[in-house]
């Protein structure tokens, strides 16, 4: 099993769709979780922090089910702006290191 | 704030010749700091990490090895590239007790032909 799984997509959603993204992960012990943003040819961002309680910024919502090992990421009126690869990333077990999903594609069309 | 440098942004360097990249963080002490590598259709891979000056860890084996001569600067080498070396590589930094978020620079993509 991949360290971190991600559904590719790509995802292509008309604009104020609703659209959720999952991820799993293998190793139980990992700590903490984030969703990073990448546009094309560019830098992952930090999207956000996910939590055990959940948190929410804005239009996206981030979900962590530890029991599972799975994280999501809903994206509510999606925007033409929206449109990026997403990427789960889970901190290793030491510490030390970010491990990546190879991302989902999302689309937004006008 | 802390800004993140990385230079070139782009490379194209022929197979067999020498690599050096360059990282750069400003606006903090005492960074954690990263190397990472994306090949096309492939997750980012983490290749260095380094906790202070001359602490280098390395996560992967291969012809790569870095160094910190400052604290604030991260560089990435290599003797002789690969074709399989080609990729984007990104530079990143966290603060040192909150290894986990961390923060990019705008990377540089390598080629080698």
């Known amino acids: 099993r991949k360290e971190v799984e991600q559904d590719p997509g790509p995802f292509n959603v008309p604009e104020g769709a609703t659209v959720a993204f999952n991820c799993t992960y293998s190793?139980?012990?990992?700590?903490?979780f984030f969703w990073y943003r990448q546009d094309c040819r560019k830098e992952p961002k930090l999207l956000m922090s996910?939590?055990?309680s959940g948190n929410e910024d804005g239009r996206f919502t981030a979900q962590l089910n530890r029991a599972s090992q799975y994280i999501s990421l809903l994206i509510r009126d999606s925007k033409l702006s929206d449109s990026a690869t997403y990427l789960c990333?889970?901190?290793?077990?030491?510490?030390?290191?970010?491990?990546f999903g190879k991302g989902t594609t999302l689309s937004v069309s006008s | 704030s802390q800004t993140i440098h990385q230079w070139p942004a782009t490379l194209v360097q022929p197979v067999g010749s020498p690599l050096s990249l360059e990282c750069t963080v400003e606006?903090?002490?005492?960074?954690?700091l990263y190397w990472y590598r994306q090949a096309a259709g492939r997750g980012l891979q983490l290749l260095f990490y380094?906790?202070?000056?001359?602490?280098i860890s390395s996560e992967v084996p291969q012809n790569l090895s870095a160094s910190r001569p400052q604290d604030r600067q991260f560089i990435l080498s290599s003797k002789k590239l690969l074709l399989s070396d080609s990729g984007f590589y990104l530079c990143?930094?966290?603060?040192?007790?909150?290894?986990?978020?961390?923060?990019f620079g705008p990377g540089t993509r390598l080629t080698v032909l």
């Open positions: 990143a930094w966290s603060v040192r007790r909150e290894s986990d978020t961390q923060y």
């Open positions: 190793n139980s012990a990992s700590q903490s």
């Open positions: 996910v939590y055990s």
């Open positions: 990333v889970v901190l290793n077990q030491a510490g030390t290191a970010l491990i």
């Open positions: 606006g903090t002490s005492n960074p954690n």
């Open positions: 380094s906790v202070g000056i001359g602490q």
